[in-house]
């Protein structure tokens, strides 16, 4: 195909031209999808290593997912929360049950499932725990990413991300990740939680110190603090197991969810947690016009039903194992550094090489789509249902670039 015969630099040009420019997507523009695979509009595949920052956990177009979708388009759509629907206990018990936890409160995005967090931990504060009126602090850690409200913002570390958005929300105190001490010195009497991502995705999947998530777990449950598990990118199967936290054997007081809870479908996130945190709500004190609506529930409650069948942590661990053996083996031929669990790895570029956004192009001509996240760091989170081969694919492209 001659190059001005084909309709992607006019589609990446037209989009570009009408939006604001918070994103700088790679070149390529995407018509349709199945499984781990991508179309573009020019007919070109690509194989999909990023998996919609893990929203796509279960791939594109799962067709129990997209049944149920389907069905409840025919059916009902919406009711608000000030009526009931059908949908509405299976997916709330459903879940509630997964995550071991007596309820759960459903909202729409990863951001708004962490202002619900904040929101119930500081009630709870008030109302439990017995904080002063106006003082209640909420540790968290550098490098977190946890959305993009002007509350979240307001204790993100990333200059980009934080920079002339003031002014910002107080209350919460940042500490370096992984490092425990400096956590329990950051604890007061007025520390009403501690809000972590097991793993940190965006900062480039890092993994804290064995021991850390326990620590965290043993200091909040002295210290009378809530442990809020931010879980929307690692949960659900990514790291080889229902949750993050598991891998250290640890349980959170509440769980936020949300990507993949959705299905790719639709946006669906989630707070989990037990009545004596999540009781502290009362009617006209939090809500969403979306949250648990029912297309969200009918789809959210079938991703739950795929995710109890153990199948998707399983592959993510067995795969997963295979996946990091492939990229280990780059550790010294351009690959300075791999972290990760399950199907879900941060690669450190050498940056003498090239920049992360460079690999990602050549990845893409290659056929394979991923994103870097800061400088030459790349993550590659592909959907649960890629096979061996791909995973082999995926990694030979991968030596391929860095090979120049
Ligand atoms: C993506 C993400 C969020 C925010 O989710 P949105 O749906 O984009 O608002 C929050 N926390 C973590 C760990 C995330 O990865």
């Known amino acids: 195909m001659i190059e001005d015969k084909l309709r992607t630099p006019g589609a990446v040009r037209d989009a570009e031209r009408w939006t604001a420019h918070n994103y700088h997507p790679l070149p390529v523009v995407i018509s349709s999808a199945e499984g781990a695979w991508l179309t573009d509009v020019d007919g070109r595949r690509y194989l999909d290593c990023l998996a919609g920052y893990s929203a796509l956990n279960f791939g594109h177009r799962h067709p129990e997912l997209i049944r149920a979708a389907h069905e409840q388009l025919d ?227 079938e991703v739950v039903r795929l995710l109890a069948t153990g199948e998707f942590q399983r592959r993510s661990a067995e795969l997963g194992a295979r996946l990091h053996a492939g990229l280990q083996a780059l550790v010294g031929k351009g690959l300075l550094a791999v972290r990760g669990r399950g199907l879900w790895a941060g690669l450190d570029i050498d940056p003498a090489l090239m920049s992360g956004r460079e690999a990602c192009e050549r990845l893409m001509e290659r056929g394979v789509l991923a994103k870097d996240t800061h400088g030459s760091t790349i993550r590659l989170a592909p959907p649960l249902v890629i096979t061996e081969e791909e995973i082999d694919h995926a990694v030979a492209q991968l030596a391929a670039v860095l090979a120049g």
């Not at 509630?96 to 504060?125: F, H």
């Not at 809000?195 to 620590?215: C, N, S």
């Open 75 to 301: 059916r009902l759509t919406l009711t608000s929360r000030a009526f009931i629907h059908d949908q509405f206990a299976d997916f709330c018990r459903e879940l509630a049950q997964l995550c071991g936890k007596d309820l759960v409160l459903p909202m729409n995005t990863g951001a708004e499932a962490v202002e619900t967090g904040i929101k119930v931990a500081r009630k709870w504060g008030y109302q439990v725990k017995g904080v002063a009126p106006g003082q209640a602090n909420i540790v968290v850690a550098e490098g977190n990413f946890h959305g993009r409200t002007t509350t979240i913002v307001s204790f993100s570390t990333d200059e980009d991300a934080r920079a002339d958005f003031g002014p910002y929300t107080p209350g919460f105190t940042v500490v370096p990740y992984g490092d425990l001490d400096a956590l329990t010195a950051a604890i007061d009497e007025n520390t009403v939680a501690v809000l972590l991502e097991p793993i940190q995705g965006e900062q480039g999947v890092v993994v804290p110190p064995e021991g850390y998530l326990p620590g965290v777990r043993r200091v909040c449950t002295e210290r009378n603090v809530l442990f809020i598990a931010d879980e929307i990118q690692s949960g659900l199967g990514r790291t080889g197991a229902t949750f993050a936290c598991e891998h250290e054997g640890v349980v959170p007081d509440m769980y936020l969810l949300g990507k993949a809870l959705g299905g790719g479908i639709v946006p669906v996130s989630a707070v989990a947690a037990d009545a004596a945190v999540l009781g502290v709500l009362k009617p006209g004190q939090h809500g969403s016009t979306f949250g648990g609506n029912p297309l969200a529930c009918a789809v959210a409650t």
